[in-house]
Protein backbone atom coordinates (compact mmCIF):
# COMPACT_ATOMS: atom_id res chain seq x y z
CA UNK A 1 0.00 0.00 0.00
CA UNK A 2 1.39 3.37 -0.78
CA UNK A 3 0.05 4.53 2.43
CA UNK A 4 -1.71 8.16 2.75
CA UNK A 5 -1.34 10.35 0.23
CA UNK A 6 -1.26 14.10 -0.25
CA UNK A 7 -0.79 16.60 -2.64
CA UNK A 8 0.26 18.88 -3.43
CA UNK A 9 3.73 18.19 -1.36
CA UNK A 10 3.93 22.61 -1.44
CA UNK A 11 2.39 25.12 -2.50
CA UNK A 12 3.27 28.36 -2.35
CA UNK A 13 0.34 31.39 -2.78
CA UNK A 14 -0.54 35.12 -2.94
CA UNK A 15 -2.62 36.10 -0.11
CA UNK A 16 -6.60 36.12 -1.30
CA UNK A 17 -6.18 32.94 -3.41
CA UNK A 18 -7.71 29.89 -2.76
CA UNK A 19 -6.33 26.79 -1.95
CA UNK A 20 -7.32 23.42 -2.01
CA UNK A 21 -5.29 20.50 -0.65
CA UNK A 22 -5.99 17.08 -1.21
CA UNK A 23 -5.87 13.63 0.13
CA UNK A 24 -6.58 9.86 -0.44
CA UNK A 25 -6.68 7.71 2.50
CA UNK A 26 -5.28 3.80 2.91
CA UNK A 27 -7.60 1.81 1.09
CA UNK A 28 -10.03 0.41 3.25
CA UNK A 29 -9.76 3.01 6.30
CA UNK A 30 -13.08 4.84 6.80
CA UNK A 31 -11.95 7.84 9.31
CA UNK A 32 -10.18 10.87 7.97
CA UNK A 33 -8.52 13.50 9.80
CA UNK A 34 -6.96 16.70 8.94
CA UNK A 35 -4.39 18.42 10.94
CA UNK A 36 -2.37 21.83 10.76
CA UNK A 37 0.62 21.90 12.39
CA UNK A 38 2.94 25.01 13.04
CA UNK A 39 5.70 26.33 15.66
CA UNK A 40 3.36 28.25 17.66
CA UNK A 41 0.20 26.34 17.98
CA UNK A 42 1.84 22.70 17.63
CA UNK A 43 -0.30 20.32 16.03
CA UNK A 44 -4.01 20.66 15.78
CA UNK A 45 -7.16 18.34 14.89
CA UNK A 46 -9.25 20.69 12.33
CA UNK A 47 -11.77 18.26 11.62
CA UNK A 48 -12.02 14.66 10.96
CA UNK A 49 -14.86 11.87 8.86
CA UNK A 50 -16.05 9.09 9.67
CA UNK A 51 -17.19 7.06 6.58
CA UNK A 52 -17.42 10.24 4.50
CA UNK A 53 -19.48 12.06 7.10
CA UNK A 54 -18.07 14.69 9.02
CA UNK A 55 -18.03 14.68 12.64
CA UNK A 56 -16.39 16.88 14.16
CA UNK A 57 -14.92 20.47 12.90
CA UNK A 58 -14.55 21.97 16.24
CA UNK A 59 -10.88 22.64 15.40
CA UNK A 60 -11.70 24.72 12.18
CA UNK A 61 -10.20 27.84 12.56
CA UNK A 62 -13.04 29.93 10.65
CA UNK A 63 -15.41 29.95 7.57
CA UNK A 64 -12.83 30.25 4.93
CA UNK A 65 -11.90 26.75 5.72
CA UNK A 66 -13.85 23.86 4.64
CA UNK A 67 -13.66 20.14 3.84
CA UNK A 68 -15.11 17.41 2.16
CA UNK A 69 -14.90 13.76 1.99
CA UNK A 70 -17.06 13.22 -1.54
CA UNK A 71 -15.70 9.23 -1.40
CA UNK A 72 -13.88 6.76 0.60
CA UNK A 73 -11.25 7.13 -1.49
CA UNK A 74 -10.73 11.38 -1.54
CA UNK A 75 -11.06 14.60 0.44
CA UNK A 76 -9.84 18.10 0.57
CA UNK A 77 -9.69 21.20 2.73
CA UNK A 78 -9.93 24.58 0.77
CA UNK A 79 -9.01 27.65 2.38
CA UNK A 80 -11.13 30.68 0.99
CA UNK A 81 -9.49 33.39 0.45
CA UNK A 82 -5.84 32.03 2.17
CA UNK A 83 -4.22 34.45 4.49
CA UNK A 84 -0.44 34.75 5.25
CA UNK A 85 -1.25 33.18 8.81
CA UNK A 86 -2.60 29.87 7.15
CA UNK A 87 0.80 29.03 6.67
CA UNK A 88 1.29 26.05 7.89
CA UNK A 89 2.08 21.85 7.41
CA UNK A 90 -1.23 20.34 6.77
CA UNK A 91 -1.06 17.15 7.56
CA UNK A 92 -4.25 14.31 6.72
CA UNK A 93 -4.45 11.32 8.43
CA UNK A 94 -6.21 7.97 8.37
CA UNK A 95 -7.65 4.79 10.65
CA UNK A 96 -8.74 1.47 9.91
CA UNK A 97 -11.27 0.01 12.23
CA UNK A 98 -12.13 0.77 16.13
CA UNK A 99 -9.22 2.23 17.86
CA UNK A 100 -6.25 1.67 15.70
CA UNK A 101 -3.86 4.03 15.54
CA UNK A 102 -3.75 6.76 12.58
CA UNK A 103 -1.52 7.23 9.76
CA UNK A 104 -0.10 10.24 8.32
CA UNK A 105 0.38 11.55 4.95
CA UNK A 106 3.71 13.41 4.11
CA UNK A 107 1.91 16.80 4.24
CA UNK A 108 1.50 19.94 2.60
CA UNK A 109 3.93 22.75 3.52
CA UNK A 110 1.62 26.03 2.53
CA UNK A 111 2.80 29.12 2.14
CA UNK A 112 0.45 32.32 2.02
CA UNK A 113 2.59 35.35 0.99
CA UNK B 1 -12.00 17.87 28.33
CA UNK B 2 -8.59 15.80 27.84
CA UNK B 3 -5.41 17.04 27.78
CA UNK B 4 -2.18 15.99 27.11
CA UNK B 5 0.96 17.56 28.51
CA UNK B 6 5.16 16.94 27.17
CA UNK B 7 6.93 19.29 30.14
CA UNK B 8 10.34 19.15 28.14
CA UNK B 9 10.44 21.30 25.30
CA UNK B 10 13.76 20.65 24.00
CA UNK B 11 16.21 18.49 25.07
CA UNK B 12 19.64 17.49 24.03
CA UNK B 13 22.15 14.20 24.62
CA UNK B 14 25.01 12.71 23.76
CA UNK B 15 25.06 9.56 21.54
CA UNK B 16 24.31 6.45 24.05
CA UNK B 17 23.03 8.61 26.49
CA UNK B 18 19.65 7.31 27.74
CA UNK B 19 16.48 9.61 27.37
CA UNK B 20 13.41 9.88 29.24
CA UNK B 21 10.35 12.02 27.86
CA UNK B 22 7.88 12.83 30.05
CA UNK B 23 3.72 13.08 29.21
CA UNK B 24 1.54 13.50 31.92
CA UNK B 25 -2.57 13.41 30.57
CA UNK B 26 -5.53 14.86 32.19
CA UNK B 27 -8.66 12.55 31.38
CA UNK B 28 -11.50 10.84 33.79
CA UNK B 29 -11.90 7.40 31.48
CA UNK B 30 -9.92 4.80 30.08
CA UNK B 31 -7.42 5.86 27.20
CA UNK B 32 -5.73 4.85 24.71
CA UNK B 33 -2.27 6.35 24.24
CA UNK B 34 0.63 6.63 21.80
CA UNK B 35 4.06 7.58 21.34
CA UNK B 36 4.85 9.34 17.58
CA UNK B 37 7.93 10.22 16.18
CA UNK B 38 8.68 13.05 13.25
CA UNK B 39 11.71 13.05 11.98
CA UNK B 40 12.95 16.59 10.16
CA UNK B 41 10.96 17.10 7.44
CA UNK B 42 9.26 14.17 7.45
CA UNK B 43 5.40 13.26 8.66
CA UNK B 44 4.62 11.84 12.28
CA UNK B 45 4.90 7.62 12.61
CA UNK B 46 4.10 5.52 15.28
CA UNK B 47 6.61 4.74 17.49
CA UNK B 48 4.57 2.55 20.35
CA UNK B 49 0.58 2.54 21.31
CA UNK B 50 -1.07 1.10 24.74
CA UNK B 51 -4.15 -0.21 25.02
CA UNK B 52 -4.43 -2.22 27.16
CA UNK B 53 -2.03 -5.10 29.40
CA UNK B 54 1.01 -4.76 29.92
CA UNK B 55 1.51 -1.44 31.28
CA UNK B 56 5.45 -1.54 29.58
CA UNK B 57 4.73 -1.20 26.31
CA UNK B 58 7.88 -1.73 23.54
CA UNK B 59 7.99 -0.26 20.32
CA UNK B 60 9.78 0.34 17.07
CA UNK B 61 13.91 1.49 16.95
CA UNK B 62 14.21 0.53 21.08
CA UNK B 63 12.08 2.73 22.87
CA UNK B 64 9.53 1.47 24.89
CA UNK B 65 7.03 3.26 26.93
CA UNK B 66 5.31 2.67 30.84
CA UNK B 67 1.31 3.39 31.66
CA UNK B 68 1.00 4.24 35.45
CA UNK B 69 -2.42 5.29 35.52
CA UNK B 70 -2.24 6.37 39.34
CA UNK B 71 -0.28 9.15 37.98
CA UNK B 72 -2.03 9.79 34.55
CA UNK B 73 1.69 9.39 32.96
CA UNK B 74 2.89 7.90 29.82
CA UNK B 75 6.43 8.30 30.13
CA UNK B 76 8.94 7.04 26.72
CA UNK B 77 12.14 5.95 27.42
CA UNK B 78 15.20 4.81 25.28
CA UNK B 79 18.21 2.85 27.36
CA UNK B 80 21.11 4.50 24.31
CA UNK B 81 20.11 7.07 21.43
CA UNK B 82 21.63 7.13 18.45
CA UNK B 83 21.83 10.07 16.14
CA UNK B 84 19.10 8.96 14.47
CA UNK B 85 16.54 9.19 16.92
CA UNK B 86 17.01 13.45 16.10
CA UNK B 87 13.18 14.72 15.93
CA UNK B 88 10.62 15.79 17.66
CA UNK B 89 8.53 13.27 19.60
CA UNK B 90 4.59 13.46 20.38
CA UNK B 91 2.75 12.10 23.21
CA UNK B 92 -1.30 11.75 22.33
CA UNK B 93 -3.98 10.28 23.94
CA UNK B 94 -7.32 8.58 22.77
CA UNK B 95 -10.41 8.42 24.88
CA UNK B 96 -11.32 4.74 24.06
CA UNK B 97 -15.06 5.49 22.80
CA UNK B 98 -13.80 7.80 20.38
CA UNK B 99 -11.57 8.25 17.73
CA UNK B 100 -10.12 11.95 17.73
CA UNK B 101 -6.69 12.38 19.20
CA UNK B 102 -5.40 14.61 21.54
CA UNK B 103 -1.81 15.38 20.94
CA UNK B 104 0.82 17.02 23.40
CA UNK B 105 3.02 20.08 22.26
CA UNK B 106 5.66 17.95 21.38
CA UNK B 107 9.48 17.77 22.84
CA UNK B 108 12.06 18.32 20.22
CA UNK B 109 15.22 16.17 20.65
CA UNK B 110 18.77 16.41 19.77
CA UNK B 111 20.98 13.98 19.98
CA UNK B 112 24.94 14.60 19.15
CA UNK B 113 26.96 13.00 17.59
Known amino acids: DAGVIQSPRHEVTEMGQEVTLRCKPISGHNSLFWYRQTMMRGLELLIY????????DSGMPEDRFSAKMPNASFSTLKIQPSEPRDSAVYFC???????????FGPGTRLTVL | AQSVSQHNHHVILSEAASLELGCNYS??????LFWYVQYPGQHLQLLLKYFSGDPLVKGIKGFEAEFIKSKFSFNLRKPSVQWSDTAEYFC???????????FGGGTRVLVKP
Open chain 1, 93 to 103: ATQGGWGNEQF
Open chain 1, 49 to 56: FNNNVPID
Open chain 2, 92 to 102: ALKETAGNKLT
Open chain 2, 27 to 32: YGGTVN
